[in-house]
């Protein structure tokens, strides 16, 4: 304290403390002071640290203090502060859910395959929101259910579009076993896939265990074999 001051002026307005709030540290503030204090620090970072009387910041004011000294009503605006500065400086750890006005937060995570060598799948950064039940993508930040992060990248970014127009143009379709692409050059309507070993029925993609069941099953729904689309090979 300075000559001018005494043991009962606030460490802020260096007055005498109106309503005064002592500290465990040992400082005094008028109440209005004190409430000033508190929104002050939490809007610069985050954390409310008792003001000595030569304008420096010192002991971190813990909660009980906290609640000891500031009516109900101001320490929830102030607690609600703390938490939306917390928020706001950890963007990169916490999102909010994607569904307008939701406000339910959830913690990042870094895109499958991208987890310095740990075992990562989609499924594991998949985050069921209890407030609003979207599924949404804890790595992508947005909901794309039943899509894989890469398959919703594709989409986003319009590869995947690109890739269908070209496997329509070029006569290419998907292995409906393992999904591999597969392109059909000749022969019959009976293909084999060299990833998975499936017999597929090129026509509608239906899969089976063994190849005269393909034949079965195009004759019975199809016609045919559709040998005679090539008669170079009939």
Sequence with gaps: MTETTSINDCAICWTEAENPVHTACKHVYCAGCFEYLCFAGVNSDACIRCQDDAGKYHEVLLLAELQAHLPSAVL????????????????????????????????????????????????????ICPACLVA?????????????????????????????????????????????????????NHMTCSTCGAHICWVCLKSFSKGDLVYKHMSREHGGIGVHYFPDLA
């Excluded at 990562?120 to 998949?126: G, M």
């Excluded at 076993?177 to 019959?188: L, R, S």
């Design 136 to 188: 949404v993508c804890t790595a992508c930040k947005v909901s794309h259910d039943g899509l894989a992060c890469v398959e919703h990248s594709d989409c986003a970014s319009g590869g995947y579009q690109a890739l269908q127009t070209a496997k329509k143009k070029f006569g290419i379709k998907d292995s409906p076993k393992c999904g591999i692409m597969i392109e059909k050059t000749f022969g019959c």
């Design 76 to 127: 929830e605006d102030i607690l609600e502060n703390a938490f939306t500065t917390h928020v706001t400086r950890h963007l990169h750890n916490l999102q909010y859910c994607p569904t307008p006005d939701c406000g339910q937060l959830y913690r990042a995570t870094t895109p499958a395959g991208h987890n310095d060598g740990i075992a990562d799948t989609d499924e594991s950064h998949l985050f």
